[in-house]
Every structure is written in C-alpha cells, then in structure tokens.
C-alpha cells in the first residue's frame, strides 16, 4: 500500500515535470497584454479576445467575442509571421483595428509574445 502510493506520487510528479517543459515561460512584456487579454481556456474574453488557442486559428473567429470588421475582413491564420507583425504593429497589420495597443517595436520581443500565444493550447 504505501509503495503504491510512492509509485503514484513520483508519476505524478513526472506527469507535472513533463507538461512543465512544453510550456513557455511568460514573457515580461506580456504584462501589457494581460490587462486586456485572458489566456485560460474557457475564460470570459475581457476587453480583448482570449487568446488561449490563438495559434493557427483564423483571425477574428472567437466565438464569444464581438471583432471590428476590419479584424473579421483580414481573417488570416494566426501564424508565427503573422502574430509577430500585429504585435509590432496592429495598425499597420490590421488598419481599422479596434486594439489601443501602440506596438511592440523590438524584435526579438514580439518573438517571444508570439512564441508564448502559440504555447497557449
Ligand atoms: C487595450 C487593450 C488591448 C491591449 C493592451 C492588447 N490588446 Fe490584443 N486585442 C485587443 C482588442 C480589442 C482586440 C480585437 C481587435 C479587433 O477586433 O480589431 C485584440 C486582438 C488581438 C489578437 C487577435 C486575436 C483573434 O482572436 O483574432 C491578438 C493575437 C492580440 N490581440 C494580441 C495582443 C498582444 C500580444 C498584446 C500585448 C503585446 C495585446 N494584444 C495587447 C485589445 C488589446
């Protein structure tokens, strides 16, 4: 009995181990994003659309949220390229958009928030 439950609680402890390493880490910057943006499967999107899934989904197509039209027009697959040049520059991705956010102008910045978005499934 109590080696079985030695048993349980190591692979537990594997199991968590293991999810843990396919996460990415929180990028700092992502504090700007957060005030707007839920990032839990299922929560209520805020201000924003929750992002959790946003990876290869199609642009404007959450069902509980309410997009510009401008955001529903572009409609693009949310690639890796295509995160990275909203996030550096929403209006010039996306003219019309409804997102008060001015851009993310370095690079390797906007590399991470992209990489974490697509780590959110
Ligand atoms: C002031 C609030 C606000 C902030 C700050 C903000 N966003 Fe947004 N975001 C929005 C709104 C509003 C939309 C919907 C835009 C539309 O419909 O035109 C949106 C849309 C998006 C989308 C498209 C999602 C989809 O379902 O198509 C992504 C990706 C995104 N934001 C990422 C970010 C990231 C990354 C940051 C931080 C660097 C950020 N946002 C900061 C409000 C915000």
Same mark, same amino acid.
């Given at each position: 009995?109590?080696?079985?439950? =030695?048993?349980?609680?190591?692979?537990?402890?594997?199991? =968590?181990?293991?999810?843990?390493? =396919?996460?990415?880490?929180?990028?700092p910057?992502? =504090?700007?994003?957060?005030?707007?943006?839920?990032?839990?499967k299922?929560?209520?999107?805020?201000?924003?659309?929750?992002?959790?899934?946003?990876g290869?989904?199609?642009?404007g197509?959450?069902?509980d949220?309410?997009?510009?039209?401008?955001?529903?027009?572009y409609?693009?697959?949310?690639?890796?390229?295509n995160? *990275?040049?909203? *996030?550096?520059?929403?209006?010039?991705?996306?003219?019309?958009?409804?997102? *008060?956010?001015p851009g993310?102008?370095?690079?390797? *910045?906007?590399?991470?928030?992209?990489?974490?978005?697509?780590?959110l499934?």
């Amino acid at each position: 009995m109590k080696s079985g439950f =030695a048993f349980a609680a190591a692979a537990a402890l594997v199991f =968590a181990a293991s999810s843990a390493a =396919a996460q990415v880490a929180k990028p700092p910057a992502f =504090a700007a994003c957060q005030s707007c943006h839920a990032v839990t499967k299922g929560q209520k999107s805020g201000m924003g659309p929750n992002l959790f899934g946003v990876g290869g989904r199609k642009a404007g197509t959450l069902a509980d949220y309410k997009y510009s039209p401008a955001m529903v027009k572009y409609g693009q697959p949310w690639t890796r390229a295509n995160l *990275i040049e909203f *996030i550096s520059n929403p209006r010039t991705a996306v003219p019309g958009t409804k997102m *008060i956010y001015p851009g993310q102008k370095n690079p390797q *910045i906007a590399g991470q928030l992209a990489d974490y978005l697509l780590s959110l499934k």
